[in-house]
């Protein structure tokens, strides 16, 4: 059986909430543990190579702080890009992988996470718009 934590991690890399509960996805993650035999070593790899894009891309913060190093230039910015982009590709090949869709970018510089139609109140309660996330409930009409 898949742990919570690589629950968690499936649900982060894919750009959805921590608050999830009982929607699509997480119906859909739940139901890996049928298929941990089949899909837990690739979604494993997967998760572990996140795990250390995330990490490069921390140590890349030095990089920004200089511009040459004897005779040569650095461009962190390139190494940033390049590494944002290798995240986009491994999220999109856990998500072909799960059949489960992208619900955010976690390796962009922005998203509607900034804009006025992200959801921004308690999680806890029913979601305002569900396009923009399951309800946490059926009945999400009622308020």
């Known amino acids: 059986m898949f742990q919570p934590e690589e629950k968690a991690k499936i649900l982060f890399y894919l750009g959805y909430s921590g608050f999830e509960d009982d929607g699509p996805a997480m119906r859909a993650i739940n139901s890996l543990d ?17 795990n250390q894009i995330d ?17 040569i230039e650095l461009r962190a910015h390139y190494t940033i890009g390049h590494l944002w982009q290798m995240g986009r590709q491994y999220v999109s090949r856990l998500a072909r992988w799960t059949k489960i869709r992208v619900s955010g970018d976690v390796f962009g510089m922005g998203g509607d996470e900034r804009g006025d139609n992200f959801y921004s109140g308690d999680p806890s309660e029913h979601r305002i ?11 999400f009409g009622k308020r």
């Open 34 to 50: 049928n298929r941990e035999k089949t899909m837990g070593p690739i979604v494993r790899d997967l998760l572990d190579k996140l």
């Open 129 to 139: 718009n569900p396009s923009l996330g399951m309800p946490s409930t059926g009945d």
């Open 55 to 71: 990490l490069d891309i921390m140590e890349t913060r030095p990089l920004a702080k200089a511009i040459k190093d004897g005779s």
